[in-house]
């Protein structure tokens, strides 16, 4: 026997005085709808691999941060790019948007680069990177 409460789906649904009423179901007290994330979101690191840092069916909203070190001399300037996808390989996924963290030479080794993400509970997604090396906060809305 299916559930009153599951036999929603397609069915016209009509809110008055804190009461849901259906076309065929009158005793269905609450609906509730929750956003998710529908794919894993993460960041492009050394050799096109993505690191995930929001899991797919995370609940609105959601904040994660890592932080990554620069362990070779002469690195030039970094690239933090957010990526959506569910493939291990940065290419095979969607590009959301990303940035170059400028205005510091990047020339020496064991920079540690803090990076952020929080997806808000309207589901705008913002990146955050802070630079602990040259104290500095680069902050981008993506979506």
């Not at 291990?88 to 400028?102: M, P, Q, T």
């Amino acid at each position: 026997m299916v559930d009153k409460q599951l036999v929603i789906y397609n069915k016209n649904i009509v809110k008055n005085n804190n009461k849901v009423y259906t076309d065929e179901y009158e005793d269905i007290k609450k609906v509730v709808t929750i956003d998710i994330t529908p794919h894993t979101i993460g960041i492009n690191t050394t050799g096109g691999k993505m690191v995930t840092l929001i899991d797919r069916n995370t609940f609105y909203p959601a904040r994660k941060t890592l932080t990554f070190e620069y362990n070779t001399d002469n690195n030039g300037i970094p690239y933090v790019g957010i990526y959506e996808g569910e493939n291990a390989f940065s290419k095979d996924n969607r590009l959301l948007g990303g940035y170059e963290i400028s205005g510091t030479k990047y020339h020496v080794r064991n920079i540690k680069l803090e990076v952020c993400v929080i997806i808000d509970i309207n589901g705008c997604l913002e990146l955050k990177a802070y630079d602990t090396h040259h104290n500095k906060l680069q902050v981008r809305r993506v979506i």
